[in-house]
């Protein structure tokens, strides 16, 4: 692999904006799926060590319908990841800028570090490419704004979950004596009823993050163009 190829399939920063699909009336662009799927560069990993079976990947009616799936199935990813974006902002949920720069400038280091670049020369390769580190800052900082964005809607979605005293006691009469302490003497319902509530709020946040996802992209208007 070539350096060129591979600080372009690094930074993700392919030229169509062409929409793949539509959420909201919000679009989802090809180089964001391309950014995704990351086809680009794994093909060029099969080529490198399997030219047949990626010549077959990529020529046969099979290999093409294996490769559609896959970019659909990622595509679908990206449609829930923006429901669950947009749906945070209309709750008006907001995050830590300064996070977001952390991460970001976390996120451009290992990039140099893992090619070798400093900060001056990645700015000279982007600017050689017809990019701007400036614009490639902003997408990396987009996704890390996304990610917090995410995790305050998850938070907002288990404050909802309400875990009864009954759930609490059934959890813990199931099996009384995976509880104990250190020495193993059995600990009381309510000595550990605050451990239970969080384990069961878990369980219910995770199971009701899933819900709300499939309700939420059942009730989106979602066009896909691809």
Sequence with gaps: MTLGVALTLAVGLLASAQPVAFVNGEPITRDELDRATRLSEIVLILYQSSPAFAQALLSTPEGKAFLARYERDVLEGLIL??????????RGLSVDEGE????TEASLREVWARYGFTEEAFRAYLESQGFTQE???EE??????EE??????RLALAAEILVTDEEVRAYYEEDP???VDEEG?????EEVYERIVAL????????HWRAWLEAARREAAVEITL
């Design 140 to 145: 990396v900082a987009r996704w890390h704004r």
């Design 177 to 179: 004596g995976r509880f």
């Design 200 to 207: 069961l709020r878990q369980d219910k946040a995770d199971a």
């Design 100 to 103: 977001v720069a952390r991460r």
């Design 148 to 153: 917090l964005l995410l995790a305050a809607l």
């Design 81 to 90: 990841r923006r429901v669950g974006v947009q749906e945070a902002l209309r």
């Design 185 to 189: 003497t059995p600990l009381t319902l």
């Design 135 to 137: 614009g490639y800052r």
